[in-house]
C-alpha cells in the first residue's frame, strides 16, 4: 500500500546569510536537512512546522512566508510513501540555545538508535551536496537564487 506523507521545513537565515541544517542519523542512516519533520493527522502545517521546531531545536518560530513546495514524484528513502515536502521562510522567537557544529555528523551523544546536530551553511557557498534528499537540493538552488535576487 502507497500512501503521502507530508513533510513541513524551515528555512531559517541569519543575520550572516547562513541557512541552519540539520544532520541526523536515524533507522541506520545519516542524512541532512533543513529543521522539520512530519505533519501529523490533524495538524495544519504551520502548526506541525512550529512544533517541529520547538521539538528539534527548542525554540519558538515565526513563520514568515511559503517558500517551496514539491512539484515532482518523490518516493521516501524510509518507507514505500510518497513525499511531499513543503517549506517556509521562518524567523526564530528568541535566540536559538543549540551547541552548533562546525562539522556534519559531529553528535554530542554516541545513541545508536537517533542521533541530532545543527550548523551553520553560509549559503552562497552551499552546494546541493550539502543536503541528502532530493527536494532539499531544489531548496538550496532556490536560496541560492533568492541571495543573488536580493544582491547579496
Known amino acids: 500500500m502507497s500512501y503521502f506523507n507530508i513533510r513541513v521545513y524551515g528555512l531559517l537565515i541569519n543575520e550572516r546569510q547562513e541557512v541552519l541544517l540539520s544532520d541526523e542519523f536515524e533507522q541506520g542512516q545519516y542524512f541532512t536537512k533543513f529543521p522539520g519533520g512530519g505533519v501529523e493527522l490533524g495538524e495544519g502545517l504551520i502548526e506541525a512546522l512550529k512544533r517541529e521546531f520547538v521539538e528539534e531545536c527548542s525554540v519558538e518560530i515565526e513563520v514568515m512566508e511559503h517558500f517551496y513546495t514539491t512539484d515532482f514524484y518523490e518516493k521516501s528513502s524510509f518507507n514505500d510513501s510518497q513525499i511531499v515536502s513543503i517549506y517556509y521562510l521562518v524567523k526564530e522567537k528568541q535566540p536559538l ?31 546541493e551536496e550539502e543536503v541528502t534528499f532530493n527536494t532539499d537540493k531544489i531548496v538550496v538552488k532556490r536560496l541560492k537564487k533568492l541571495l543573488v535576487a536580493n544582491g547579496r
Open 97 to 127: 540555545n543549540l551547541n552548533f557544529k562546525k562539522k556534519a555528523y559531529d553528535f554530542d551523544v554516541a545513541d545508536l538508535e537517533v542521533n541530532q546536530s545543527f550548523r551553520w551553511v553560509p549559503i552562497d557557498l552551499m552546494t
